[in-house]
């Protein structure tokens, strides 16, 4: 059962100073989130959704509590193992896509896979593997400026999931997005965790995310308000 | 460091335009300063071998009266040519000087003059001393272009030279300037008539005497007499080597410009970046760089100015500096005026020790001011990086 479990958050508290005082953005956080899940952090702005995933994803750490990611507890990892953490379990994708503006798409899939130095043979096979999955290999040589929004944030997925992370974190990944993007990148990720079992965390307010979430987390001034699961029927999930 | 040197390369690339700027801006620096640096290397080189072709040869042996810098020691300083030396005299491995004070009236001016006396048929410097064999019923001339200058004397110009002999007595003759040479060692020129040894020692009654003796080579093995004093080709050098510090420390100001110039270009592209890369820094951070990483990569990005500086100075730079080394630099004004030994046209001499020793100053320079602004990044909360804010 512990082996299913990819998230564990304990009693988590964040508290961030300001002015003279502090401003506490998670109260008393309590989850587990397990392998393959397709779950969603919803709630209106300043719930803390964006704080929860960052401490998850290990850019922030905990004021109290734990927070066990993929068996690392992420509030007693130093800035290196953080990294490490990082670079090897966690992709990321961003509302305003975070791609490197100088770099071809290609180059930016391939950064992940730099940075865990893989051979360059087999990076150039994951990258176009990746591009594929996204349906964006027409476009390898393209620059970002190049692209749509929608184009921008394939390549965003493509570069998250192009090593096989154990967990993707996507902060309103739809919030730049028309609707049909939205719907096609949503299907695109849904694809993924489906098809490789990668677990996906999304923060989101839109609907459109939120009618896709298997499991929907309400979060609501810093607390845990609902944790709703959406049971899926066989055929539904075929 | 790899995976950063690629990552620089390619974000530099992309960068485009401000990056040529600064890199433009910083070849020059590499070119202009291995062009000084390289004019001063030759000046000092030709002014040393001036030195050595028209007046100090491969060192010399002073009689230990003769002060070059005061005229009065040269009553007293000759003596006969010493034992030991002799030999050298003989096979021309030194050739004796007799110098003595003089006056020349040319068109009615009274110009002193250090009256030197040398062997016609000396070899060991450029001096064209074989003139002197001149057939002239007066004391035949050299003198120098400078010396020409000042007295407004021309070949074949005939004047009366006064001068002293040994026992203090004024005796005059009519001498006749059979060639003016050109050279560019003031010292060597300035002030300075050259007559046969022989005629000189004559006239003054210093038969066999001599002030000073030049070795053809500098490695010559000699015992120096008691009497008389050794100067090497170094220390008579000495005043170049200083004149060309004290000539570099004054260019050292003009680099410091040349590369503070540079180096502001590249701080304020750093600053800029890392105020409008925000995102991208947040985003690395995201993907698994430290914050120390990317503190390296913008340190790298910002180094990596100089070495395309430096290929870019290779590719304009190397054709010019070969071309300088080649047709040399002739300067506007004239050198002969300047009272030191520099040629009107100065060839720069460039050394591996030159261009590695720029290429290295320009390199750590340029790595200093890339990492100073990049510090800021260790202190940046990613999370706020990430959403581009300025912090």
Same mark, same amino acid.
């Given at each position: 059962m512990e082996n299913h479990v990819l998230i564990r958050i304990d009693g988590l508290v964040k508290r961030f100073p300001m002015g003279q005082g502090e401003f506490t953005a998670l109260r008393d956080i309590s989850l587990t989130i397990g392998r393959g899940e397709f779950t969603g952090l919803v709630g209106p702005s300043g719930s803390g959704k964006t704080t929860l995933l960052n401490i998850v994803g290990s850019l922030d750490v905990p004021t109290e509590g734990a927070v066990v990611v993929d068996g690392r507890s992420v509030g007693r990892l130093s800035t290196r193992e953080a990294a490490q953490l990082r670079k090897e379990r966690l992709g990321f994708i961003f509302q305003s896509y975070n791609l490197l503006a100088v770099h071809t798409v290609y180059e930016n899939v391939e950064f992940p896979l730099l940075l865990l130095k893989i051979p360059a043979e087999e990076r150039r096979r994951m990258v176009m593997d990746a591009l594929e999955w996204v349906g964006l290999v027409p476009k390898v040589k393209s620059k970002p400026p190049q692209l749509s929004g929608g184009e921008c944030q394939?390549? %965003?997925? %493509?570069?998250?999931?192009?090593?096989?992370?154990?967990?993707?974190?996507?902060?309103?990944?739809?919030?730049n997005l028309d609707a049909a993007n939205s719907h096609h990148i949503l299907q695109t990720m849904e694809k993924l965790n489906r098809e490789l079992g990668t677990t996906f965390l999304f923060a989101t307010h839109d609907d459109k995310v939120i009618s896709y979430l298997r499991r929907k987390i309400y979060l609501l001034d810093g607390r845990v308000d609902k944790d709703e699961i959406i049971v899926v029927s066989k055929t539904e999930s075929l | 460091m790899r995976l950063a040197i690629k990552l620089a390369w390619r974000n530099l690339i992309g960068a485009g335009l401000r990056t040529w700027l600064n890199v433009i801006v910083l070849s020059f620096s590499f070119v202009i300063i291995i062009w000084m640096k390289g004019i001063m290397t030759g000046w000092d080189h030709q002014a040393k071998?001036?030195?050595?072709?028209?007046?100090?040869?491969? +060192?010399?042996?002073?009689?230990? $009266?003769?002060?070059?810098?005061?005229?009065?020691?040269?009553?007293?300083?000759? +003596?006969?040519?010493? /034992?030991?030396? @002799?030999?050298?005299? /003989?096979? +021309?491995?030194?050739?004796?000087?007799?110098?003595?004070?003089?006056? &020349?009236?040319?068109? +009615?001016?009274?110009?002193?003059? !250090?009256?030197?006396?040398?062997?016609?048929?000396?070899?060991?410097?450029?001096?064209? #001393?074989?003139?002197?064999?001149?057939?002239?019923? @007066?004391?035949? !001339?050299?003198?120098?272009?400078?010396? !020409?200058?000042?007295?407004?004397?021309? #070949?074949?110009?005939?004047?009366?030279?006064?001068?002293?002999?040994?026992?203090?007595?004024?005796? #005059?003759? $009519?001498? /006749? &300037?059979? /060639?003016?040479?050109?050279?560019?060692?003031?010292? @060597?020129? !300035?002030?300075?008539?050259? &007559?046969?040894? $022989?005629?000189?020692? $004559?006239m003054t009654l210093l038969n066999g005497e001599t002030t000073l003796f030049t070795f053809r080579n500098e490695d010559t093995a000699v015992t120096v007499p008691e009497g008389w004093t050794l100067k090497t080709k170094k220390e008579l050098t000495r005043q170049v080597d200083e004149l060309i510090q004290t000539k570099s420390a004054g260019q050292s100001v003009l680099f410091g410009v040349l590369l503070l110039l540079a180096m502001l270009a590249i701080f304020d592209t750093q600053v800029l970046s890392i105020f409008r890369r925000q995102k991208e820094i947040g985003t690395y951070i995201a993907l698994g760089y430290t914050r120390g990483e990317v503190v390296g990569l913008f340190t790298v990005e910002g180094s990596m100015h100089a070495v395309m500086a430096a290929m870019l100075a290779t590719a304009y730079g190397l054709p010019f500096l070969l071309w300088q080394a080649k047709e040399g630099w002739t300067m506007p004004l004239d050198t002969s005026q300047f009272g030191m030994a520099i040629a009107q046209t100065l060839y720069p001499v460039y050394t591996v020790g030159l261009v590695i020793s720029t290429i290295l100053i320009v390199l750590m320079t340029t790595a200093i001011v890339s990492y100073w602004p990049s510090r800021r990044i260790a202190r940046m909360n990613p999370t706020e990086a990430l959403r581009g804010r300025l912090q």
């Open positions: 394939r390549v %965003a997925i %493509a570069r998250a999931m192009v090593k096989k992370p154990s967990l993707v974190l996507a902060d309103e990944p739809t919030a | 071998t001036d030195m050595t072709n028209w007046e100090i040869g491969g +060192g010399q042996i002073w009689h230990a $009266e003769y002060d070059p810098y005061d005229p009065m020691t040269l009553n007293d300083a000759h +003596g006969p040519v010493p /034992e030991a030396l @002799a030999q050298g005299v /003989e096979s +021309g491995a030194l050739m004796p000087v007799l110098i003595v004070q003089g006056t &020349i009236y040319p068109e +009615g001016r009274m110009v002193p003059v !250090a009256v030197r006396g040398v062997d016609p048929g000396q070899t060991i410097l450029q001096l064209p #001393a074989h003139r002197l064999d001149t057939v002239t019923d @007066a004391i035949p !001339a050299l003198i120098g272009t400078q010396m !020409a200058h000042t007295t407004r004397l021309k #070949a074949g110009d005939r004047m009366i030279l006064r001068w002293r002999d040994i026992h203090g007595t004024f005796d #005059a003759r $009519e001498m /006749e &300037i059979v /060639e003016i040479f050109s050279c560019t060692v003031p010292t @060597a020129d !300035a002030g300075q008539i050259y &007559i046969p040894l $022989e005629t000189l020692r $004559e």
